[in-house]
């Protein structure tokens, strides 16, 4: 008695789907291999499983790189130079980003590089500038107040420690909060 007919549609059940997914992946393996026995065929099989995992099957005398020119040679389409070439139209975006920013540098920096700019990226300049020394300026003033918080805050510890009669190293904040609660 042979096996049913089973409806070919997505399995819901994600374990189902994964085991269904490996015994059909070892099948398609076999037949490839087969394929390549009897038939002197070359073959490259790529799968990637739904949770990213990566399989092959490659004919035993050959590479995938050899499939690939046969795959190109075949078709009339050469995949190494397509990507090549968008590789160098990246790379020309990136330097022209690159020399852009290098640009920006000089001029906000150094105040160099200022002979190609007209009346509306000077003022443009002007008003980065005048926004970046804001921000340098706030952080500054930060910068200053905290140190000066600090400085109180440490004098006013060492005024306490003359006061009630606390040397350093000899109990510290302990001591201090031992005193403070009459303790000592």
């Known amino acids: 008695m042979g096996r049913g007919r089973i409806e070919i549609k997505k399995i819901e059940n994600n374990t189902n789907r994964q085991v269904t997914y490996s015994k059909r992946r070892n099948g398609i393996f076999k037949k490839a291999h087969e394929l390549t026995v009897l038939c002197d065929a070359k073959v490259s099989l790529i799968m990637f499983s739904n949770t990213g995992k990566f399989h092959e099957y490659i004919s035993p005398s050959t590479t995938t790189k050899k499939i690939y020119d046969m795959y190109q040679t075949t078709l009339g389409f050469d995949l190494w130079s397509s990507h090549y070439e968008r590789m160098q139209e990246t790379l020309k975006k990136l330097k022209d980003s690159n020399n852009k920013l290098r640009r920006e540098i000089r001029q906000r920096v150094l105040g160099e590089d200022l002979d190609g700019l007209d009346m509306n990226d000077l003022t443009t300049l002007e008003q980065h500038m005048q926004d ?33 009669g606390m040397v350093e190293n000899e109990g510290g904040y302990e001591s201090a909060i031992a005193y403070s609660n009459g303790y000592i």
Do not use: A, G, M, N
């Not at 600090?150 to 004098?155: F, L, N, P, Q």
């Open 132 to 164: 970046s020394l804001t921000v340098v300026r706030e952080r500054k003033y930060h910068v200053i107040k905290t140190q000066t918080d600090t400085c109180r805050k440490r004098e006013t510890i060492h005024q306490l420690e003359k006061k009630f």
